[in-house]
């Protein structure tokens, strides 16, 4: 078996449940640092039919395809989730609005074209929102379709996110299973910038396979070969978790992954920051803390955690600084042995 | 097969080997993981690192590996292979494709024999195995994800054991922990690392080899290894971090390398058994990892013939360690009692052999001449059921156990059971069962089982004056009753000359077997333990028996074949004892190491072994069959190592013969 079967397989053995179509799959508040703008940012989560990647297989990690609706929206389905989700934005001024389908947002067959120009006609007409940004597979990017947004939004400045993950093909393909190179992703990138727009990439902190170590050096090339082509002004490390219903589900389940440890990311983004002042770079620490999410000891994570989400906010490194523990030991223990347990991790 | 690694010493699938770096290191080894992955370093090890993070990652592959071909440490340090490591759940499919082209890198660097390698490797990945072909160590990848797995742990474990060659080391890293150490040992694993201590230590664990503590749970150290000596719990509690670590890596080491070198003296003297059956208390998963061990038959083969070592059983367990079964299973499947009609069941005696004791003689006072009639078996725990013949025979006289007076009930089955197996195959006119107590329960239980009667003649104490009697009695008043039909019915003959068929059989004379001729039944049934159907070419025919007991010597057609070695009561062949089996028309390479063109002396190395059978043991009488010479020495290998290992004493001779020329 490849490993896209074994995807495969884990994704047929669940259906996406019987959710309203008119209901996006989730929306929330929260902070961002928009290039250096402080501001309430709106994430909604479209329901749509689907990453049509991670149907036929797809990402290792991924849980998010079983977000999709269970019958394939219309146009006024998704216009009606985005009206929703706005009308939470009645008490906020000044507010940013990303997008995601757990898909992507520039495929016709997640989001045609009409609903697509119609969500940011919208989004372009709400005086409220400052900013716009939207999640896609870069495979979907082309130089008309990043014209055509830019077109839209005029002066609204917009962005595409892409869930990079790493600047490694041979980590994305054999370890992520993502599905595309470093190539397209450089592409899509110079043909939003070409086109007016800006670009975010997110990356993954610890695929499975990869030890502490690893991981870490993994994303410290990512962000170098990021900056060095300049293909991103902003830069988001996901620190990998354990979502329902994933391969690396089961490989956590038989101890074989390990989420990262929080002070991993606390030294890349040091790393990063320190080495590209101009990067904004920052970091969620989803489940932070929990069994299935990235953490230090018990007594730290959601210390670090906070801290991690504070620098994220003020992109100030001194931030970094100001949480140790005891712990930061035992991961320095943990990142030099890794390295050498051929296979499986160190799990405490 | 490998260059740079050799056992020297076994214990059933344990073994103590030498790893030929620049200087020799002993296994059961420990290797420092700190000292792994430090590019200058003055340790055995130099790492062919991951190659998760290149991109292309056979060119990376070849160029590490032509690094390593020039620096100064190629033919002198442990190289581990650069690898591209995975865990149990990657698909094979993806894993295939990368596993075989790296493995044809390794190839085509020509490094294999030319330095110690170590290869990472997959118990799945044994379709591809040719690939790893060479190494000297094997490294069990992801091993670490099926602690507290018995199940899991065992059976990937023993399939990756027994396919990588026997002569090469096989690491289990990440792993090792003062509690598993010594079973990991036993199980046949030869190399270890200190990551779990070190990691421990990080986690504020201190480890013994009976419970991983938290530190702050300890009222006291539990141990006065250098570290615990100089240090109060109170003080350790107060170390700060770093301190601490060090404090705990270092006595976390320590319990491991203690353990480590205890297990390895056990090995030593033959009792690593009883040690792991103790150790493996400790941890549930351990204890099970030790029954599956057991049940798995595919280890009987490297179990020694006989320890130099006193059996000592006292566990559960014991009743499934291999001697034990394989000595049960020949009673049951090879074991051909001398034909007699009475049967009389002795319990066993504390004195080894039985018959030496001062019960068993008052038993044999008390069978007078009538012994002649009787098939005699002992009943024991833990070997289950032991024919007279076989008394002297390893493991019989060869064990100890502890006597309370109580047998539980996996003791009481596992005798019932053989004592059931022996009566259906065997049927007798009249039963004695001489026993008391849990000896007599559970032959009253078979006796009523089997609806076969039983006479049992012991009062409380077998032994005693009174019991002797009876048992005396019984046998007389057996015996005078059978003289008597005898007797009318030579009368009735003699009055009227008709013959009663259906009447002749039952009314047969009792069988006997003279003193001289139990000497050959003993004799007969040695041989039969130790070589199976083959044996009778040795005893068939012209056949006598020489000498006292027990240094008993075999002759046919007045040329020596065989001579009894008492202490593990197995007999010894002569080059012409082996030359009847050779010649004997069933004879199909059993119990024969077969050699190339050439007259070996003194003793026989593995790689000049071309074939073996594959159930020969370790101590095992073994026949050296070969086109310039025959001959006969004892095994020091399993008869499957021998045709694997390219290294390694495989047999040591005693009698070599050059084909068409004089014995030499």
């Known amino acids: 078996m490849t490993l896209n079967s074994e995807v495969l397989n884990i994704r047929k053995l669940h259906r996406p449940k019987k959710e309203p179509l008119d209901k996006p799959a989730a929306s929330w508040f929260g902070k961002d640092n928009i290039r250096g703008d402080i501001i309430d940012t709106l994430t909604i989560i479209f329901r749509t039919s689907g990453c049509y990647w991670g149907k036929q297989g797809g990402c290792t990690m991924c849980g998010y395809v079983y977000d999709s609706a269970f019958e394939i929206p219309t146009d006024e389905d998704i216009l009606k989730q985005l009206d929703f989700a706005m009308s939470r934005a009645d008490k906020k001024e000044r507010i940013m609005v990303k997008i995601f389908t757990s898909g992507s947002f520039l495929d016709k067959s997640e989001i045609s074209e009409y609903a697509r120009n119609e969500i940011l006609n919208r989004l372009y007409e709400n005086e409220k929102v400052s900013y716009v940004l939207a999640e896609t597979r870069p495979e979907f990017v082309t130089y008309e379709k990043a014209l055509k947004c830019a077109e839209i939004m005029k002066d609204k400045p917009f962005e595409f996110a892409y869930g990079l993950e790493t600047s490694n093909d041979f980590v994305r393909k054999n370890s992520i299973n993502k599905g595309f190179s470093f190539e397209v992703f450089k592409r899509a990138c110079k043909c939003a910038k070409k086109a007016g727009l800006y670009n975010k990439a997110y990356l993954l902190l610890k695929p499975p396979f990869l030890s502490e170590r690893e991981a870490i050096e993994d994303m410290k090339k990512t962000i170098d070969d990021i900056c060095e082509h300049n293909l991103a002004e902003t830069v988001s490390m996901n620190l990998c978790n354990v979502q329902n219903k994933t391969f690396v589900e089961k490989m956590w389940e038989r101890n074989e992954f390990r989420p990262p440890w929080l002070w991993s990311a606390v030294e890349i983004l040091k790393y990063a920051k320190q080495k590209y002042p101009d990067l904004y770079i920052m970091s969620d620490p989803v489940g932070a803390g929990a069994k299935r999410g990235p953490r230090n000891c018990k007594e730290c994570s959601f210390d670090v955690a906070d801290m991690i989400r504070d620098f994220s906010i003020t992109q100030d490194v001194k931030v970094l600084d100001r949480v140790n523990c005891d712990c930061k030991k035992t991961w320095e223990v943990v990142k030099s042995l890794d390295d050498f347990t051929f296979g499986s991790p160190i799990i405490d | ?664």
């Open chain 2, 1 to 664: 097969m490998t260059s740079f690694f050799e056992v020297t010493k076994r214990d059933g699938s344990g073994r103590v080997g030498l790893l030929r770096l620049s200087s020799d290191l002993k296994t059961p080894l420990i290797i420092d993981s700190e000292q792994i992955g430090k590019s200058k370093s003055d340790y055995f090890i130099s790492d062919g690192g991951s190659l998760w993070l290149s991109q292309n990652i056979y060119d990376s592959a070849k160029s590490r590996i032509n690094t390593f071909k020039e620096s100064s440490d190629f033919g002198k340090n442990l190289y581990i292979l650069p690898r591209l490591s995975f865990t149990q759940q990657y698909p094979s499919d993806s894993y295939f494709k990368y596993a075989i082209k790296i493995n044809d890198v390794y190839n085509e660097s020509g490094i294999f024999g030319n330095t110690p390698t170590c290869a990472v490797i997959h118990p799945t990945d044994l379709d591809s195995f040719s690939k790893h072909e060479g190494a000297d160590v094997y490294i069990f990848e992801s091993v670490s994800s099926f602690e507290n797995d018995p199940v899991r742990f065992y059976n990937e474990f023993q399939k990756l054991r027994l396919s990588i060659p026997f002569d090469s080391a096989l690491w289990i890293p990440n792993f090792a922990t003062p509690e598993n150490v010594a079973l990991l040992i036993y199980m046949g694993a030869d190399i270890f690392d200190t990551t779990c201590a070190i990691v421990s230590a990080g986690f504020d664990k201190y480890m013994t080899n009976a419970g991983i503590y938290n530190l702050n749970s300890l009222k006291t150290l539990p141990c006065s290894c250098k570290e615990c000596s100089s240090n109060s719990i109170e003080e350790v509690l107060n170390f700060d971090k770093e301190k601490r670590f060090n404090f705990l890596k270092n006595h976390n080491i320590s319990a491991l390398e203690s353990e480590l070198r205890l297990a390895t003296q056990k090995l030593h003297d033959g009792t690593l058994r009883e040690y792991v059956e103790g150790q493996c208390r400790v941890q549930p998963w351990l204890a099970g990892l030790l029954r599956l061990y057991d049940s798995d038959s595919n280890n009987l083969s490297v179990s020694p013939a006989f320890r130099t070592s006193i059996i000592s059983a006292t566990t559960g367990d014991s009743l499934n360690r291999s001697e034990i079964r394989i000595f049960a299973d020949k009673i049951k499947n090879s074991y051909v009692p001398p034909e007699k009609d009475i049967l009389v069941i002795f319990p066993c005696s504390a004195k080894k052999p039985y018959s030496l004791s001062n019960s068993h003689r008052n038993f044999i006072w008390a069978m007078g001449r009538n012994r002649a009639y009787v098939n005699e078996i002992i009943i024991t725990s833990p070997i289950g059921l032991i024919p007279r013949e076989l008394e002297i025979t390893y493991p019989a006289a060869h064990y100890d156990t502890t006597v309370t007076g109580h047998w539980d009930n996996d003791e009481r089955h596992f005798v019932g059971s053989l004592l059931e197996n022996y009566l259906i195959k065997n049927k007798y006119k009249y039963i004695i069962a001489h026993v008391s107590g849990p000896y007599k329960e559970i032959c009253e239980q078979i006796s009523s089982k089997l609806k076969i009667p039983f006479e049992f003649t012991s009062e409380s104490s077998p032994s005693s004056r009174e019991s002797c009697n009876n048992l005396k009695a019984a046998l007389d008043r057996i015996v005078r009753e059978n003289k008597e039909k005898e007797n009318k019915k030579e009368n009735k003959e003699k009055d009227n000359k008709k013959e009663n068929k259906d009447s002749k059989n039952s009314e047969n004379p009792l069988k006997r077997r003279s003193f001289e001729l139990g000497k050959v039944d003993q004799c007969i049934a040695i041989l039969r333990h130790q070589f199976g159907e083959i044996s009778n070419v040795l005893y068939s025919g012209d056949f006598s028996v020489r000498a006292n007991f027990p240094k008993y010597q075999l002759y046919s057609e007045n040329v020596q074949i065989a001579t009894l070695v008492p202490k593990y009561g197995l007999f010894s062949l002569t080059a012409a004892g082996a030359e009847k089996i050779l010649k004997s028309p069933d004879y199909k390479g059993q119990h024969t190491v077969f050699i190339d063109k050439f007259v070996p002396r003194g003793s026989l190395l593995a790689p000049g072994v071309i074939d073996a059978d594959k159930e020969i043991r370790p101590g095992d009488e073994v026949i050296i069959s070969g086109e310039l010479a025959y001959g006969v020495g004892k095994a020091f290998m399993s008869g499957r190592e021998m045709i694997d290992s390219g290294r390694g004493i495989a047999v040591f001779l005693r009698h070599i013969k050059e084909k068409n020329k004089k014995e030499s």
